[in-house]
């Protein structure tokens, strides 16, 4: 059993968690996940760890609740208990001073970049952080990640926050002023914005990195539900990733097998009462 | 009737049936098929051992179980004897009674087997073992050991884990278990159908070596959550059974469709995650009508058998070679048959074939033949030229075998391994780091579980060699 220790809301449906896990928080990385199932008979869920105490044996866990397994997740109030929390799991990020980067968030897609944009701050990069949402009010994490970068720029679909529009925008900015070309990108978020940053950097040959977040069953490289293709071969996202170099990915690929249970979902949420939305864990 | 019985009278006696459910009845539910021999088809077919006296029964059995013995205190209707001989020897009797292959192993070399049928052991051993179960109290205890003082960690809590574990215990060690799921016995769990080994099984199973002083740990990955250098600096010695990992891909066009599933996630589905069998599952599984399932091995039957029960009308196994040739054992293949499910044999996939949503519409074969026999003694399978054809398949399930987990061994670099990725040991077991041992899948790929528990009995006699001399 894992206790909750905090859990506050820090937009509409996302959560930030903080679960006492001693060893995990001693031996996570950043770009590492954990496999959290709250109870017996609920799913095996894959969140990244955005931040962890190695002295207070605890981890930070950014939690988008709009499924049924991740709303019941986020209702488990401070003092409460997670049945199984497992890891750290996946690759840890590759981190160097590349000088200058870019960092792309959308949505809760920002929660899974702040431990990266933390250890590339750590690494001595200059970071230049790009955050989108639909609107402000889905804008997260933007004054723990303002003291980490060197410029942080927000972009809103309907304008009501930072400039109007998508990332890609200011990302196009950046890679079209020699000034400014990063050299190297790091994005988290929906696979279509993942999939438009891939092709914006790759024609100036720019190095790309994409978290990217399959279905998965065990996370331990038992099952290949998290399979994607990366080049050409098949890799294990919990094992051989979950980064992996944008330019490889097959986005189309992930984007058809993230909707495999798609049917399976609408009747949960029907279930639960939930009008919208999909499970999209990390 | 004593087991004061003439070698003729027990000549005279025919092997017992087991009691099934029937196939109608079973194939649309995960109600365990056999149903175990009752007392007196027990105690008759226990009669039927001559207790010949070289044992050959027991040389074909990975853990050297002392099979004439608990045959014959069974015969002599002492039950609180049986069950503490073959406990002795098992420590998953109720396990290996249900999913041995006893037909290649004690029962292949069973003297009566000769001329006509031989003792049904394996169901003699899972009707002591459950007998046991239901009798705790009348079960005789050997004293309990004294604490030797010393620590070993075993690292995954399948098979060979166990019995490593609940040998150690049993020689006064103390043992925790480290297992990455959040639940217990491994492949038991995750990979057997509750139709072939219900989960209650496993948690009795367990539970007897939690009462033995084991300590088990859900939720630690070793490799990952700790280290095999953080648990040397722990323990005394360590066990490393963690299992198969990642599927093996049949590299073929089409395997990234929806629909498709590695044999593991859909077992792990269903098996772990209930997905399927309980309603209320917070865990889905694709349900189609029709279900081809690749590979001729029991992971193969298992998926297919299951197929059938999660509602498939049409459940086929795809295999390149023939009936004759498939790696599951005899009982699986009559019952999968008798279930229902279609036999594609002399067949082999080359793509599988989806919608324009990308969902699985067919699994493309082609006919094979066989040619000379290749480096394992079977016909190689050979394709014919021009005989594609198109399956309708709304699933399809790869069952053809999984490659070795790197987790474990990509953080313990000192850690000798073959060119797979598997464990190397020493005849007893021991790795290339002094004190670490392992067995089970790691180190022999994917293999069964009896293997995988004769590997944890020896690696538990060679660790407590080990921490004998350790001690001196």
């Known amino acids: ?282 | 009737m004593s087991n004061k019985l003439s070698a003729k009278e027990r000549m005279a006696i025919e092997r017992a049936a087991m009691p099934e459910l029937p196939a109608e009845e079973r194939s649309r539910t995960f109600e365990e098929v056999n149903l175990g021999l009752d007392s007196e088809q027990a105690l008759a077919e226990a009669r039927r051992c001559l207790q010949c006296k070289n044992r050959a029964c027991v040389a074909g059995c990975p853990v050297a179980v002392s099979i004439p013995e608990f045959i014959d205190a069974l015969a002599s209707e002492d039950l609180p004897r049986a069950a503490q001989i073959l406990r002795g020897d098992n420590a998953l009797p109720a396990v290996c009674g249900r999913v041995c292959p006893q037909e290649t192993q004690c029962e292949a070399l069973c003297v009566r087997g000769i001329k006509g049928e031989s003792v049904a052991i394996g169901y003699l051993e899972r009707y002591v073992a459950d007998w046991a179960m239901l009798h705790p109290d009348q079960l005789l205890h050997s004293k309990a050991p004294a604490a030797s003082g010393k620590s070993v960690a075993v690292v995954g809590c399948g098979p060979a884990g166990l019995t490593a574990a609940g040998e150690l215990a049993r020689q006064g060690h103390k043992v925790t278990i480290f297992e990455a799921l959040h639940d217990t016995g491994g492949v038991l769990r995750y990979g057997i159908p509750e139709f072939r080994l219900p989960k209650e099984i496993i948690d009795r199973e367990v539970a007897v070596l939690s009462d033995l002083g084991v300590t088990i740990e859900l939720n630690v990955i070793i490799g990952k959550t700790l280290t095999i250098s953080e648990l040397r600096e722990e323990f005394d010695a360590i066990f490393i059974a963690n299992g198969a990992g990642l599927p093996t891909m049949l590299n073929i066009p089409g395997e990234s469709l929806k629909g498709v599933y590695a044999a593991n996630e859909f077992l792990t589905r269903v098996n772990l995650m209930e997905a399927g069998r309980r309603d209320d599952s917070s865990t889905p599984i694709i349900k189609r009508a029709q279900v081809a399932v690749i590979g001729g091995g029991n992971t193969a039957m298992d998926c297919v058998r299951t197929a059938r029960r999660l509602g498939a009308e049409r459940a086929m196994i795809v295999y390149r070679r023939g009936e004759a040739e498939m790696p599951a054992r005899v009982e699986e293949i009559k019952h999968a048959k008798e279930e229902g499910v279609e036999f594609v044999m002399l067949t082999a996939p080359v793509a599988i074939i989806g919608t324009e949503d990308h969902w699985v519409s067919a699994l493309r074969c082609q006919r094979m033949e066989l040619g000379p026999p290749d480096e394992s003694g079977r016909r190689k399978p050979r394709a014919i030229e021009g005989s594609e054809f198109d399956l309708p398949a709304g699933v399809v399930i790869n069952a053809v075998g999984t490659s070795a987990n790197p987790l474990l061994t990509a953080t313990a670099p000192d850690l000798a391994l073959n060119k797979w990725g598997n464990i190397l040991i020493s005849s007893d077991g021991e790795t290339s780091i002094g004190g670490v041992f392992a067995g089970g899948d790691i180190v022999r790929g994917g293999a069964t579980v009896i293997l995988a528990m004769g590997d944890g009995k020896r690696a538990a006699a060679a660790i407590n060699d080990y921490l004998n001399r350790k001690h001196d």
Not at chain 1, 129 to 136: D, F, N, P, Y
Not at chain 1, 141 to 153: G, R
Not at chain 1, 211 to 219: A, R, T, V
Request: charged fraction near 25%; glycine fraction near 12%; include cysteine.
């Open chain 1, 1 to 282: 059993m894992f206790e909750v220790v905090s859990n506050e809301i820090l937009a509409e449906n996302l959560h930030k968690m903080v679960v006492s896990a001693p060893r995990v928080a001693r031996a996570r990385k950043p770009g590492q996940f954990v496999m959290v199932r709250l109870a017996q008979g609920e799913e095996r869920i894959p969140l990244t760890i955005g931040d962890a105490d190695p002295v207070a044996g605890t981890v930070t866990l950014f939690i988008q609740a709009i499924g049924a397994s991740t709303r019941r997740i986020v209702d488990t109030k401070a003092g409460g208990f997670i049945r199984d929390v497992a890891g750290p799991l996946g690759k840890e990020t590759h981190i160097t001073n590349w000088g200058r980067v870019a960092c792309v968030g959308g949505g809760v897609g920002t929660a899974v970049l702040f431990p990266l944009v933390k250890a590339l701050a750590e690494a001595g990069n200059q970071i230049t952080t790009i955050i989108g949402g639909r609107s402000s009010r889905y804008i997260i994490l933007s004054d723990e990640l303002s003291p980490l970068s060197e410029t942080l720029l927000v972009a809103t679909e309907d304008g009501s926050l930072g400039s109007k529009g998508f990332v890609t925008a200011p990302l196009g900015e950046m890679l079209a002023d020699p000034e400014r070309v990063p050299r190297a990108v790091f994005a988290v978020g929906p696979v279509p914005m993942m999939k438009a940053v891939a092709e914006m950097t790759r024609k100036q040959g720019i190095e790309t990195i994409v978290s990217l977040n399959p279905i998965m069953i065990d996370g331990t490289g038992m099952c290949g539900g998290c399979r994607v293709q990366v080049g050409g071969e098949t890799k294990f996202a919990c094992v051989d990733g979950p980064e992996f170099d944008a330019h490889l990915v097959d986005f189309d690929g992930l984007s058809e097998r993230l909707t495999s249970y798609r049917k399976e979902e609408a009747v949960r949420h029907a279930a639960t009462d939930c009008k919208i939305g999909k499970e999209v864990a990390r």
